[in-house]
C-alpha cells in the first residue's frame, strides 16, 4: 500500500457534490426478460434502458404502455380537485352575463404561463355566444407590488366595473386582499397550489395541496391547474372552446411545470410529453416560443427538450420578473405578431445577461459572508444584505446550497422589511422549519425545498438564531447519497455503442424531478491529463483511460472528454487540501458519475459527434 500522506486525505464522498453515492436497486434477470417480451416499442432495446425503467417502478405491460405512449386520455377528471365545479359555474355565469373579467398571476415562468393560459381561456371561452369582456392580464411588479396580490389592481379593477377576478400561481394565502375585492363588490376564483393556513373568502378555491385534497395528483403547478380549469369548462360544456384548444396550451403547460420543477410522472408526464410535441411543431410554435429560441441559439433544428427549457428558455422569463419588466415576459407569451415576439424576446436576452451578471456579484458575495459560519459548523445559513436585489436572491441561494449542501436564506434589506428565499436540501422541509420560526415573519409561503418570506429587518438576528436552533433540532439523517442508476463500464463500449444508448435514453424523456436523466458509474480510471480549465475555470474538460492503458491506448467510449459544469472550484478545493500536484493526480484511480445525452453543437468544421457527455461526481479511489 501507499503511504504517501498525500492519500490519506482523500475524500469519502464525492469531490463536487461532497455526498456519499448510492446506486438504485437492480432489476432481476427474470424482470428483464418479461420486460424484453411486453415493452412495446417497434425496435430491440438493451438491458441498459430495461434497468432503468426498472429502477423507477415501470416494468408491467400496462405501465410500459402508458409510459412510452402517454395520451390525454388518462388524464385525471378534474371535477376531483374541490371547488372546481363552483370555479366553472361562476365562470360560465360570467360569460352569460358579459361580465368583465381579470387574470391576475405570479412573476415566475409558472405564473407567467398560467396567466397566458388563463387569458387565453376567458377569451376563447362562449357560451351560447355570449362571452366574457376580459382585461388585460396582470402580473405584479417585484419592487412595486412586492409578493402576492397587488391592492392596487384590486382597486383598480373595482373600478372599472370588474365583478370577477381568476388569479393563477397566487391568492390562496390572500386573505386581506380577497376580502378587501368582495368589500368592493368583485368575486374571486383562485387557482393555486401553494400551502395556505386561513382559506379566503374566495368563490372558488381550487388547489391540489389543500387540506383534505384527493386528487391524485398533487404536483400541479399554477399553470397546470388553470389548464385542469380550462378542461373542467370544456368536460362541463363540450364546445365552449374552440376546437382543439386544450391540445394548443399545452406548450405553456410544460414550460411552466418545468419551470416550477414538479414531478414529471403520471399526468405531468404526460401533460409535458404532449406539450413537447407542440413545442417541436415549428408550423404551430407560438411566435413568443420561436422567437425565444431564436436569441437562445435554440432554432438550429434540434429537438426542444425540458433541459432547454430550464437552463435556456425559463432564465430568459423568470428574469423578467427579478429585475425587469415582468409585463414584457407575459406579452411575449401571448403575442400573435412575430415582429414584435422577436423585440420582446431581445428584451428578454439582454435582462437576463444582466441578471447573470448580478448572480455573480450576489455569489462571491454570500460565499465570503457564509465561510465563518460554515467553518464553525452552522447547521445553515442565513446570510443579509442591503446590496442585494430581491429578484436575485431566490437563484444565489440555490447556488449556495449545491455549494454547502446546506439550508440556506439569502434577505433582500429594503430599509426597516426585508425579503428572504430560502432553499433546501432534499432531506429538510424549510416550509415546516419556516412555520416554526413564523413569531420573527411578517409571512412566509412556499414549499418542502423553496420558501419565500418577510420580516423586519430589526428581527433577522433573532430569526437566524430561531432558524438555526430549530434545523439543530431535527433528527441527523446524515448526507443526502448522490445516486446514480447503475454501473456503465466504458473501457468495453465504443463511441458508437454510447451513440446507440443514447438514442434509447431519448425515449425516456421527459426528464426533470421524479424522472432524472439517468446517471451511470464507471470505476477505476485514470486521467489522460488535468482537467482542461473552461469559462476562466467556472467549469472543467476531462479526459480519462483506462486503468491498464498508456497515453495513447485509449479505447473509442474514452476517447470522447467529459464536461463538467460549475465544477472549478471544488477541484481546486479538493487539490489544495490533499496537496496533490499533478503525478498525483495522473497516478490515482478514479471513479465517476455521468450522463451521455445527444450534443447541440455543431463545429464549424463539420465534424460532428453526435454524444455529449457530462460529469456528475469524480471520486479518488484508495490505493490498495
Known amino acids: ?32 426478460a418479461s420486460m424484453h417480451r411486453q415493452i412495446p416499442l417497434d425496435f430491440q432495446v438493451s438491458d441498459w434502458l430495461l434497468q432503468v425503467l426498472a429502477a423507477r417502478g415501470v416494468t408491467s405491460g400496462k405501465d410500459l404502455e402508458r409510459f412510452f405512449y402517454p395520451s390525454l386520455d388518462n388524464l385525471h377528471d378534474p371535477f376531483l380537485l374541490q371547488e372546481m365545479d363552483a370555479a366553472v359555474d361562476r365562470l360560465f355565469e360570467a360569460a352569460r352575463n358579459g361580465e368583465r373579467v381579470a387574470v391576475h398571476g405570479d412573476f415566475d415562468v409558472d405564473g407567467l404561463t398560467g396567466s397566458a393560459l388563463l387569458y387565453e381561456t376567458i377569451t376563447a371561452l362562449s357560451i351560447d355566444g355570449s362571452r366574457v369582456l376580459p382585461e388585460p392580464p396582470f402580473i405584479p411588479d417585484r419592487l412595486i407590488d412586492g409578493y402576492g396580490l397587488a391592492e392596487r389592481m384590486v382597486r383598480e379593477w373595482a373600478g372599472r366595473g370588474v365583478t370577477l377576478l381568476l388569479t393563477v400561481d397566487t391568492g390562496a394565502a390572500a386573505v386581506k386582499e380577497i376580502a378587501l375585492a368582495r368589500e368592493l363588490g368583485m368575486e374571486v376564483v383562485v387557482l393555486d397550489h401553494h400551502i395556505f393556513e386561513e382559506r379566503p373568502e374566495a368563490t372558488a378555491l381550487v388547489n391540489p395541496r389543500r387540506e383534505g385534497s384527493t386528487y391524485p395528483n398533487p404536483e400541479l403547478c399554477g399553470v397546470a391547474v388553470a389548464f385542469k380549469f380550462a378542461q373542467a369548462l370544456e368536460l362541463a360544456r363540450p364546445g365552449c372552446l374552440p376546437e382543439g384548444f386544450l391540445s394548443s396550451v399545452l406548450d405553456l403547460v410544460a414550460l411552466g411545470l418545468v419551470a416550477d420543477q414538479m414531478s414529471l410522472v403520471g399526468e405531468n408526464r404526460i401533460l409535458v410529453k404532449k406539450g413537447l410535441e407542440l413545442f417541436n411543431d415549428r408550423k404551430r410554435i407560438r411566435p ?35 429585475i425587469g419588466r415582468v409585463m414584457s415576459a407575459l406579452e411575449l407569451l401571448i403575442t400573435h405578431d412575430a415582429d414584435k415576439a422577436l423585440k420582446l424576446a431581445q428584451e428578454a436576452d439582454r435582462t437576463n445577461t444582466r441578471r447573470k451578471e448580478q448572480d455573480l456579484i450576489l455569489k462571491d458575495e454570500a460565499i465570503d459572508m457564509a465561510l465563518p459560519f460554515v467553518k464553525r459548523g452552522d447547521p445553515g445559513l442565513v446570510l443579509a444584505s442591503a446590496e442585494w436585489h430581491k429578484g436575485i436572491i431566490g437563484i444565489g441561494a440555490a447556488r449556495l446550497v449545491e455549494q454547502y449542501q446546506l439550508p440556506v436564506v439569502l434577505v433582500a434589506i429594503e430599509g426597516d422589511e426585508a425579503r428572504g428565499s430560502v432553499r433546501s436540501v432534499p432531506h429538510i422541509d424549510v416550509k415546516a422549519i419556516l412555520d416554526q420560526c413564523a413569531r420573527f415573519l411578517i409571512r412566509h409561503g412556499g414549499h418542502a425545498q423553496a420558501a419565500g418570506m418577510s420580516l423586519r429587518t430589526r428581527d433577522i438576528p433573532a430569526f437566524r438564531e430561531a432558524f438555526l436552533e430549530t434545523l439543530r433540532s431535527q433528527p441527523d439523517t446524515g448526507p443526502v447519497p448522490e445516486h446514480y442508476d447503475m454501473d456503465l463500464c466504458l473501457e468495453n463500449l465504443s463511441a458508437q455503442d454510447v451513440a446507440r444508448l443514447v438514442r434509447e435514453l431519448e425515449n425516456l424523456e421527459p426528464f426533470g424531478a421524479g424522472n432524472r436523466k439517468p446517471v451511470f458509474r464507471c470505476r477505476g480510471l485514470r486521467l489522460q491529463r488535468p482537467p482542461t480549465s473552461l469559462s476562466g475555470g467556472l467549469h472543467l474538460r476531462f479526459a480519462f483511460r483506462g486503468p491498464s492503458q498508456q497515453g495513447g491506448g485509449d479505447t473509442p467510449a474514452l476517447s470522447r472528454e467529459f464536461i463538467s459544469f460549475g465544477t472549478g472550484e471544488a477541484w481546486r478545493r479538493m487539490i489544495s487540501a490533499g496537496k496533490f500536484d499533478t503525478a498525483h493526480l495522473m497516478d490515482m484511480e478514479w471513479d465517476i458519475l455521468f450522463q451521455i445525452g445527444r450534443s447541440t453543437f455543431r463545429p464549424r468544421s463539420g465534424n460532428y459527434d453526435p454524444v455529449q457527455q457530462l460529469l456528475v461526481d469524480i471520486r479518488p479511489v484508495a490505493p490498495r
Open 1 to 32: 500500500m501507499k503511504t504517501d500522506p498525500a492519500y490519506a486525505e482523500l475524500p469519502a464522498v464525492g469531490v463536487f457534490s461532497g455526498r456519499p453515492w448510492s446506486r438504485g436497486e437492480a432489476a432481476d434477470a427474470d424482470v428483464i
Open 288 to 322: 413568443g416560443f420561436a422567437a425565444l429560441l431564436r436569441v437562445s441559439g435554440l432554432d438550429r433544428g434540434f429537438p426542444v427538450t425540458t433541459g432547454e427549457f430550464a437552463y435556456q428558455l425559463a432564465p430568459r422569463l423568470n428574469a423578467c420578473g427579478r
